[in-house]
């Protein structure tokens, strides 16, 4: 009968430091085995120097190390890189690294392919074909802060969940791999350099709130009328903004923490100036700023930039009613590296 192994970094550390124990060997041996899978990233025991020969055939007997390949990166001319990131499994997912003159951002993925149907999104038409690990997530961060040092003389300084899937469909994994992010025993960043990105789903925000997390909350919004998101996206039907509004007023009375709005812009569905009293009267629920995001087309899709006319009118209309606006330019469009593009395309 074939056993199979067991993923080693599936383990805790008091797990590791329990399995040394019953080897009648030392518990401090799984600290050191531990800090080589996370703080060290090593890929094969054979990496790990300080442990005996003996103690790594022990692991190698009993354990595997999946961790993940980068596949193919492309660089695109505005700085951005895309990996194509190989599961062990055999799956690929993609993650982006966003390179600003103040920061360099990893944007990694949760899931591979997503849950959600959202009809401008290149990756919803590959459907959900499975969650990442916490491993799978916290690989993609180390791909990309080695990629930062060397193209861009400097480590990681952000991470967004907005890459493939929808975080809050895989919360555990997710939040797992933001503990070991941040962890000193891990990658050691600020959790409050860390945003998480969903399209709103209302338990999950509230969960959020009562488990008392630490990074910051973006939602992806596109339309504050209910009918408008529905459109675009189905979820909504699920999930109605009467829910969203609720959950995020949770949010905010629990954590003081202010969220941004995701708002892309599309001609002949969110650019009337309904659309925008809309978004306005959204804003007032909780302390917010909106980041409109500049729309990248897939191909086939129905989904049209809107005109600089209507874009004007959403940033005039905003501010005049003092709600913090950004206006987000895409980054990476010739590599199919931007917002909503993610869907395996080489
Ligand atoms: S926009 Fe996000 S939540 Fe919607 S389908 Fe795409 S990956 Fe999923």
């Known amino acids: 009968m074939i056993t199979k192994k067991k993923d080693i970094r599936s383990l805790t550390k008091e797990q590791l430091r329990d399995f040394f124990v019953a080897q009648d060997d030392k518990a401090f041996r799984g600290n050191q085995v531990y800090e080589w899978l996370w703080q060290k990233s090593a890929h094969s025991f054979n990496e790990m120097t300080n442990i005996s020969l003996e103690t790594r055939q022990l692991l190698e007997a009993n354990f595997v190390i999946n961790h993940i390949e980068v596949d193919t990166i492309q660089r695109s001319n505005d700085g951005t890189i895309k990996n194509a990131v190989r599961l062990h499994d055999g799956l690929v997912v993609e993650s982006v690294l ?9 944007c990694v993925s949760s899931q591979v392919g997503c849950s959600l149907d959202c009809l401008f999104c290149a990756t919803a038409r590959l459907k959900r ?10 690989d993609q961060v180390v791909a990309i802060d080695k990629e ?8 990681l300084s952000n991470i967004v969940f907005m890459g493939m899937g929808e975080p809050l469909m895989n919360y555990n994994n997710v939040l797992k791999a933001i503990e070991k992010i941040t ?7 600020s959790s409050k350099r860390i945003t998480v990105s969903t399209s709103g ?14 990074f910051n909350l973006a939602v992806s919004l ?7 998101r529905t459109s675009i996206m189905p979820f909504n039907e699920t999930f109605p903004l009467s829910d969203l509004k609720e959950s995020l007023e949770y949010w905010y009375a629990k954590t003081k923490r202010m969220i941004s ?9 969110n650019d009337s100036q309904k659309d925008i ?20 087309p897939i191909d086939d899709g129905d989904f049209e930039q809107a005109s600089h006319k209507a874009l004007d009118n959403y940033l005039k209309t905003l501010e005049k009613n003092r709600i913090v606006v950004n206006v987000r330019r895409s980054r990476g469009k010739d590599i199919d590296a931007a917002c909503g593009q993610l869907a395996n395309k080489k």
């Not at 040092?149 to 400097?154: A, E, I, Q, V």
């Not at 962890?183 to 960043?189: A, K, R």
């Open 277 to 296: 009293d809309a978004l306005v009267k959204f804003c007032k629920y909780v302390p917010c700023k909106v980041n409109i995001i500049e729309y990248n």
């Open 222 to 228: 596109h339309s504050a009328i209910e009918e408008v």
């Open 183 to 189: 962890s000193p025993e891990g990658l050691g960043m």
């Open 98 to 106: 966003i390179p600003t003159k103040t920061r360099t951002t990893a």
């Open 148 to 155: 930062s040092r060397l193209y861009h003389n400097r480590p």
């Open 261 to 269: 709005y995701e708002y892309v812009v599309w001609k002949g569905i």
């Open 129 to 138: 074909m499975r969650n990442l690990n916490p491993d799978e997530i916290y």
């Open 201 to 214: 789903v209302p338990k999950m925000i509230k969960k959020m709130a009562d488990d008392d997390v630490k």
